[in-house]
T-cell receptor, first 110, second 113 residues
Framework: EDQVTQSPEALRLQEGESSSLNCSYTVSGLRGLFWYRQDPGKGPEFLFTLYSAGEEKEKERLKATLTKKESFLHITAPKPEDSATYLC???????????WGAGTKLIIKP | DAGVIQSPRHEVTEMGQEVTLRCKPISGHDYLFWYRQTMMRGLELLIY????????DSGMPEDRFSAKMPNASFSTLKIQPSEPRDSAVYFC???????????FGQGTRLTVV
C-alpha cells in the first residue's frame, strides 16, 4: 500500500537553529514527491517537486533532497516566519492522486 | 490571477441541512481537486476532475456527498443531508496538465451542529 510518514510530528527550534524534517514513503513507482507549507487558516502552499533520487532543490532557507525511500527538508538558520506545518506528498506513477503525510508542525522561537 | 477562490470561507449549519461549497479554479487549469482536512485524518482527496469530467470519486465518503463541474471555471461540492462528522475544512485545488503542483484555495471551514 502506498504510504507517506512524516517525522517528527512537531519541532520547536530557536531562531537560527538549523534542522531537518523527514518524509519517508513507500509507493509503487514514484512520479514525484512534493513539499508544501501550510499556515494556520490557509490552504497548502507549494514549495518543491522532486522527481528522482539524488535531486535537490532550494528556496531561500529551505533545501529539499530525495532518496529512493525518503526526502528531507533542510531548514538553515530559520526565522520565526518559517513557522508553519510542512506537508509532504507523493504521486504514484500509476495514477494522478497525491498521497499525503500528516505533516510536521515547525515552531521557530525568536 | 487571483488564485483558487472558494466560498464561503466559513459555514455553520444544522444537522440534516444541505450544504453547498463553491470553487473557482485558476483560469486555464484543467485539473480540479476537492480535499477534506481534519486533525484526525489529515488531507484526504475526495474527488478530482479533468476537463470538467469526474475522473476518480473513490474518496467521496458516502452518497450524501456529490460534486459537479458544469464548466471550466466553477465547481461545487454538495453535502445532503449534512452530519456533525462532516465538520472539517474543505479545500479546492487546481493544476495544469503536464505540471503536477496543485494550487490550493483558502478553504471552507464547515461546522455541522
Amino acid at each position: 500500500e502506498d504510504q507517506v510518514t512524516q517525522s517528527p510530528e512537531a519541532l520547536r527550534l530557536q531562531e537560527g537553529e538549523s534542522s531537518s524534517l523527514n518524509c519517508s514513503y513507500t509507493v509503487s513507482g514514484l512520479r514525484g514527491l512534493f513539499w508544501y507549507r501550510q499556515d494556520p487558516g490557509k490552504g497548502p502552499e507549494f514549495l518543491f517537486t522532486l522527481y528522482s533520487a539524488g535531486e535537490e532543490k532550494e528556496k531561500e532557507r529551505l533545501k529539499a533532497t530525495l532518496t529512493k525511500k525518503e526526502s528531507f527538508l533542510h531548514i538553515t538558520a530559520p526565522k520565526p516566519e518559517d513557522s508553519a506545518t510542512y506537508l509532504c506528498a507523493v504521486q504514484a506513477a500509476s495514477n494522478y492522486q497525491l498521497i499525503w503525510g500528516a505533516g510536521t508542525k515547525l515552531i521557530i522561537k525568536p | 490571477d487571483a488564485g483558487v477562490i472558494q466560498s464561503p470561507r466559513h459555514e455553520v449549519t444544522e444537522m440534516g441541512q444541505e450544504v453547498t461549497l463553491r470553487c473557482k479554479p485558476i483560469s486555464g487549469h484543467d485539473y480540479l481537486f476537492w480535499y477534506r482536512q481534519t486533525m484526525m485524518r489529515g488531507l484526504e482527496l475526495l474527488i478530482y476532475f479533468n476537463n470538467n469530467v469526474p475522473i476518480d470519486d473513490s474518496g467521496m465518503p458516502e452518497d450524501r456527498f456529490s460534486a459537479k463541474m458544469p464548466n471550466a471555471s466553477f465547481s461545487t461540492l454538495k453535502i445532503q443531508p449534512s452530519e456533525p462528522r462532516d465538520s472539517a475544512v474543505y479545500f479546492c485545488a487546481s493544476s495544469l496538465a503536464g505540471r503536477t503542483e496543485a494550487f490550493f484555495g483558502q478553504g471552507t471551514r464547515l461546522t455541522v451542529v
